[in-house]
């Protein structure tokens, strides 16, 4: 199956106001797909519907053809969706290490925990992520003290260790230096191909390094899709971009 | 929380802390469990069982609102709940309710209450005396002690968890039970002996042998007791179910989106808490010789929370060594007039100070003492001592 996730017509009415709005779209096995557009476009509700945040009114969202729509967030989680949220969540008073461990473990269950120690394939697991995200030096340090940069790729991290099959990245890059946001495309960039990624962001450049097909939001209703030279070069998406000055 | 106390990387044991919080755990158990070899006095011994009853308390709280952060103003009502099932049996071993007229035990107060006319026996001497019934076997009671605790609390803690109700909330609501089952006890006078509780206890009997509570044996259960809890709450934590409880403590969201059920964890260590609480109830009976709806006093409730927050909320050993340094200072303190009436006070000063300049109480400042004597040994460059202060 190469449809890895399958959204069809969905919508969310808060009371007659549409933040999504028959939204559909389908993202292969493996692809890294963007979405853009402007401030209000429905984006982030779009990562809460799918996520199981919050409730859809219509329409269906399907993971590698089981349908997850408006199941509880932790349900859609074990099917294998994982997010990544805009302010860095992570375990703040847990160590780096104490956060990925719990993000590694196959078992969901309180009874099955009740065990002192990992199984080793999610061990082995762990410890690809720290090479990944460099986190080695920082192993003992407590989350909540790292720097706004580490905290992400921690996040980033937990999810890979999670084994995400879809990935939801909500601007990954937000509040970063440049460097920072240098390594995170790295980090991207590595993932791609095993992992299906779905990104939301506003910074040009950094998009211009991850994407390979983007998708347009406007309105909470799908403007255009295509890869970027076609996204850049549409006269729909300059136009709804004209109040934000253009994709620039 | 001040900047400064996560200076020191608490969680993230090395090798050295790992064998420190050993050894304060192997010491403090040679320390109960040898006591009665140093203290000849029986009164004081019986008097230090009830303070380790109350160290067990301290377990309690440090692991609901310490590992779960669930802050229960109410554990009083498990540790009621568990002392009155257990003084319920020990009550109908009593001589007394051996004397009032009847083949069958029946305590004395029903009597006192009774309809004119009823029959002296359990079955219908009052209304719901009937519930009595099954509490001559002192094992249900014992167990009742635990049982019934483990099934109110996980009914509670379903019914909030699922609803996602969190922080203050939970400490209101556990506050309004414990008042409300208070006073349905008090209410229920005719098989509770309301106010006054239950008095003129028998004793703990294990095949034939008395558990007299001024004897050194009696002292010896409550110390193995909570030696057994105290390594038991200390596996919990340890294990990966107790990590990820702490996971969901700090950010109950991102524990949803690794895929975990944090109402399914929350309740878990909830029930299992009020399970300790109401086994501390059953050993609080059997030592002090007494139930009283006063175990479910607001007052006595916050007093556990005081305890492990001075003791250090977020170290099982560290609430309990807290629970059973203010009590002993506390009796200590209390034979002065002036201090007796002062004592509130000056508890009350003591919790405030902790929460503002220590918030991880007397385990936090061992831990920190700790961490700067290793970066010391590890010729680190000398950094300032933090200040809790600021």
Redesign the interface.
């Given at each position: 199956m190469n449809e890895a996730l399958t959204i069809d017509g969905l919508t969310v009415d808060f009371g007659g106001f549409k933040a999504v709005d028959g939204f559909t779209t389908v993202v292969q096995k493996g692809e890294l797909r963007v979405i853009l557009g402007p401030n209000g476009a429905g984006k982030t509700t779009l990562m809460d519907l799918v996520?199981g945040k919050t409730a859809s009114t219509q329409g269906t969202v399907h993971l590698f053809g089981e349908n997850i729509t408006n199941r509880?967030?932790?349900i859609i989680?074990?099917h294998g969706i994982?997010?990544k949220?805009q302010i860095p969540?992570?375990?703040?008073?847990?160590?780096v290490?104490?956060?990925l461990?719990?993000?590694a473990?196959g078992e969901?269950?309180?009874?099955r925990?009740?065990?002192?120690?990992?199984a080793a394939e999610d061990r082995a697991r762990v410890e690809d992520v720290i090479a990944l995200t460099r986190l080695e030096p920082v192993?003992?340090?407590?989350a909540?003290?790292l720097s706004h940069g580490q905290m992400q790729w921690l996040e980033l991290g937990?999810l890979i260790t999670?084994q995400a099959k879809v990935i939801l990245l909500d601007e990954p890059t937000a509040g970063m230096t440049h460097a920072e946001t240098f390594r995170t495309a790295e980090i991207i960039n590595e993932m791609k191909g095993s992992h299906t990624i779905l990104v939301v962001e506003h910074d040009m450049a950094f998009v211009r390094k991850i994407a390979e097909r983007i998708t347009v939001m406007h309105m909470g209703k799908l403007l255009a899709e295509g890869p970027m030279e076609k996204i850049e070069t549409d006269p729909k998406v300059r136009e709804a971009y004209l109040g934000s000055g253009g994709i620039h | 929380m001040s900047i400064e106390d996560?200076s020191t990387?608490?969680?993230?044991s090395?090798r050295l802390q790992r064998y420190a919080d050993w050894a304060v755990y192997a010491v403090f158990i040679v320390i109960i469990l040898g006591a009665p070899m140093v203290i000849d006095d029986v009164f004081w011994l019986n008097r230090i069982s009830k303070y380790l009853v109350f160290g067990m308390l301290g377990i309690a709280i440090a692991l609901s609102w310490g590992y779960a952060g669930i802050l229960n103003l109410g554990q009083g009502l498990f540790f009621g709940l568990g002392a009155y099932m257990t003084a319920m049996s020990l009550k109908l071993m009593s001589a007394t309710s051996l004397q009032q007229g009847s083949d069958k035990p029946v305590p004395d107060f029903m009597l006192w209450n009774a309809e004119p006319g009823a029959v002296t026996d359990l079955c219908c001497i009052n209304k719901g005396s009937f519930l009595w019934i099954p509490f001559q076997s002192q094992w249900f009671g014992m167990a009742m002690s635990i049982v019934i605790p483990l099934i109110v609390a996980f009914v509670l803690s379903s019914s909030i968890f699922r609803l996602r109700v969190s922080g203050v909330y939970v400490a209101i609501i556990t506050l309004a039970l414990v008042l409300l089952v208070r006073l349905l006890l008090i209410d229920a006078q005719p098989i509770t002996n309301g106010f006054n509780g239950l008095t003129d206890l028998g004793w703990l009997t294990i095949g034939g042998f008395e558990f007299d509570p001024y004897m050194v044996e009696t002292y010896y259960v409550v110390a193995i007791s909570l030696t057994v809890v105290l390594l038991l709450g200390r596996?919990?934590v340890?294990?990966?179910?107790g990590?990820?409880l702490?996971?969901t403590?700090?950010?109950p969201?991102?524990?949803?989106?690794?895929?975990?059920?944090?109402a399914?964890?929350q309740i878990?260590f909830f029930t299992i808490s009020a399970g300790i609480a109401g086994f501390a109830g059953l050993l609080y009976v059997v030592a002090a010789e007494f139930a009283s709806p006063s175990f479910m006093d607001i007052g006595f409730s916050i007093s556990m929370v005081v305890w492990a927050a001075v003791g250090g909320r977020n170290s099982l050993i560290g609430a309990c060594i807290g629970a059973i340094l203010i009590n002993t200072v506390e009796a200590t303190v209390s034979e002065t007039e002036i201090f007796k009436e002062a004592w509130k006070l000056i508890i009350g000063g003591v919790f405030v100070l902790v929460v503002l300049y220590m918030p991880n109480g007397l385990a936090g400042i061992a831990r920190d003492l700790l961490a700067r004597f290793e970066r010391r040994r590890k010729g680190a460059p000398a950094e300032t001592a933090p200040k809790a202060a600021e």
């Open positions: 996520s509880p967030e932790h989680a074990r994982g997010r949220f969540s992570v375990f703040r008073d847990l160590t290490r104490q956060n461990e719990v993000a473990s969901p269950g309180v009874f925990n009740l065990r002192l120690h990992m192993l003992g340090t407590i909540g003290e937990m999670q | 996560t990387p608490t969680s993230s090395s596996w919990l340890s294990t990966r179910a990590l990820i702490q996971s403590r700090d950010d969201t991102r524990a949803r989106y690794l895929g975990y059920d944090v399914a964890y878990f």
